[in-house]
């Protein structure tokens, strides 16, 4: 591709080709400064997880000594910060509802996509009016209601946050189902099918990339979550997950002691969320965009 | 499959229940008193045996404790907690009274349950009508182990939908209910269950917010007014420069496309409440940003990012570029590639520079067909939580408004009333502003949304 453009542009008038040069030069140092503005928040974070001076902050960006302590210490010196069990809490929490989503969610926008029914119209628009409330409106009722029933500052009670409206974000993966042909339903019907076969032996073998997608965001969701996760736990320390725990680590009182750790801390976690987010980045756009990009 | 339309009169449930009234038999009226007669009597015995379970249980419940939280509903509780002096063991003992809160919140509950008791009251009666029907149609109703195959094929929907529609229910109809209703009471610090009790004030809290106490209404007015100013300011600044970044990576002859993309996609991968969190530190008064600025002698003072509040509305605006850039990159690259390219090279022909080309083709393109993702986007920044609460906390605080800062939004203050302040009522009655400002912008946006009205095409 490259090389054909260039022998195109060289039979081109010199002058030409020199504007498009060094236009091109323009955008290369425009996309190096902003990528150097983009990446240097991160590129701190990494340094100063790695930082041997203590203190919230040094007045110089490279760090005069380096460690590997403040990863260590994570996780040895647990008992004001317990990163492992808080570690180990996010972890459970994220297999249980990201199973119970999953199947929520299939379910759900399997129903949509394929089967007809009377109250489908009628179901589609209250769950779209349902997902305009602000989420966390509803949340302090949530925490009020799981207290009422003994479950508050639990972990069952954050998976229940996380999973139980899940199906009211259908639409990504009801987009996916309905660009599947109806036609190979219709054959597998004639043949005898009952509609349960069909979804288990011939839609979801079909839908692998968004049952991947739909896993991995929901894995990922307890991850990243800061506000559900706070106003459900309040103050029960040991139940806490990484993101809340997290936020203790540099609020005024612990900043000074704990600021290289918690960089620490945000570096193990965003390694593997990193990677799973580029790996599925293709399907974030599609589902943002409702299918509108090809290729 | 079994096929239940005797007659041809007989289409909805509605016409079967009044029928089942006028023109059924004994037994079938009968059901009408308990439940699931009809179906076990003419042979459904598992499924007549669980509409009667059903009924048992239901009575059973209202008369333990369903009656109790209904009956007080109107009033939210007649008797608040007092104490009694005990001389024998020298302290003040404490009478429990009623719960405000628990009486709304199992209030609502039974109300549900009332609702559903209906339907499966009506339900039991057609179906034991539908038996009637199809005995003297000479046909046999269905057996038990028919109709759980039939969840599997004809009635699948109903198999599938289940477990989401309990959840949905409870995690977020029944909590909504139960938050909308608090804006009707007065659920404040001074009305704090189990020692108090609150009870329903009408339309005060919108009196309160909109005029009659000045501070509130203040508040309100002005945090409404920046909510949008921010909405409009971050939805744009980043649909705009996002797409200008997505427009110069994908120019043709810039290399290594991959890898400029990947770069900016980084800091969307790494979860936002760390590098906002980071941001928060590296902007403070003392923090490396200023102290590296002072160092290189760029400036004296140091910046006020967050502490002045024009400087922190500038701020969590600029940050929000920094956070919502790559993203519009990554969604509008594909699109751009969509447009025809034989569009800019007349464009080229007719002597348009790139900037022509970018208003008079590129954006009104990307217009037309983002316009959907565009006002979610906004709708989105209306109740984005995450930037301001980690960033500024809604800080810098001002004696001027009422338990909010400069930067707070309307779910900022939302949070903090609820969360800080238990102003439960005053916090719900917020909620329910937003839904509705979201609501109508989602509305707009749902019905120019191609996937809606194209939504059969593909099959």
Known sequence: MMDKYKFVSNKKTTGYGMRTKIANAIIYVILTVLSIIWLFPLVWLILQSFR????????????????????????????????????????????????????????????FSRLRFKARKPMMNVALILGMFPGFMSMIAVYHILKSFGLQQSLV??????????????????????????????????????????????????????????????FIGPWVDFIFVSVIMKDNYQNYTIALGL????????????????????????????????????????????????? | MEDINVSKDITNGRTLFFNALKKGNLVTKLSFIVMGLGCILRGQIVKGLIFLAIQVGFIAYISNTGWYYLSNLSTLGKSAQYKVWNEELQIYDYIQGDNSMLILLFGVITVFICLAMIVVYAKSVIEGYKCELLRNAGKKPTTFIEDVKNLFDKNFHKTLLTLPVI?????????LLFMILMAFTNFDK???????????????????????????????????????????????????FGMILAIIINKKGIKFKGFWRTMFVLTIAVPQFVTLMLMQRMFQDVGPVNIILQRLGLISEPIQFLTNGTNARIFVILVNMWVGIPYTMLITSGILMNIPEDLYESAKIDGAGPVTAFMKITLPYMLFVTTPYLITQFVGNINNFNVIY??????????????????????????????????????????IIVFLISAVFSLIAYNRSASVQKEDTFQ
Request: charged residues 10%; glycine residues 8%; aromatic residues 16%.
């Open chain 1, 52 to 111: 041997e001076e203590p203190g919230a902050y040094t007045p110089y960006i490279l760090p005069k000594g380096y460690t590997l302590n403040n990863y260590i210490k994570l996780f040895t010196e647990t008992k004001l910060f317990n990163y492992p069990r808080w570690f180990m809490n996010t972890f459970v929490v994220a297999i249980f509802s990201c199973i119970v989503s999953t199947l929520l969610v299939l379910g759900t926008s399997y129903t």
């Open chain 1, 157 to 218: 009670s954050l998976v229940i946050v996380y999973s139980g409206g899940s199906a009211l974000g259908y639409y990504i993966s009801k987009g996916f189902f309905d660009t599947i042909p109806k036609a190979l339903d219709e054959a597998a019907i004639i043949d005898g099918a009952t509609k349960s076969q069909v979804f288990w032996k011939i839609t979801l073998p079909l839908s692998k990339p968004i049952i991947t997608y739909t896993v991995l965001t929901s």
């Open chain 1, 247 to 295: 936020y203790q680590m540099i609020t005024r009182e612990n900043i000074y002691n704990y600021f290289t750790q918690f960089c620490a801390g945000a570096v193990i976690i965003a390694i593997p969320i990193t990677i799973l987010f580029i790996m599925m980045q293709k399907y974030y756009v599609e589902g943002v965009t409702g299918g509108s990009v090809k290729g």
């Open chain 2, 167 to 175: 959840g949905v229910v409870v995690t977020v109809i029944m909590p």
């Open chain 2, 190 to 240: 001074t009305h704090q269950p189990p020692g108090k009790l609150f009870t329903w004030v009408g339309l005060e809290n919108f009196r309160n917010l909109f005029s009659s106490d000045a501070k509130i209404s203040g508040t309100f007015g002005k945090i409404l007014i920046w909510t949008f100013i921010w909405a409009v300011f971050a939805t744009f600044t980043n649909y705009i």
């Open chain 2, 390 to 431: 980690l960033l500024t906390g809604g800080g810098p605080a001002t004696l001027d408004y009422y338990q909010a800062g400069q930067t707070d939004l309307l779910v900022t203050w939302l949070y903090k009333l609820t969360v800080n302040e238990q102003n439960y009522s005053l916090g719900s009655t917020i909620g």
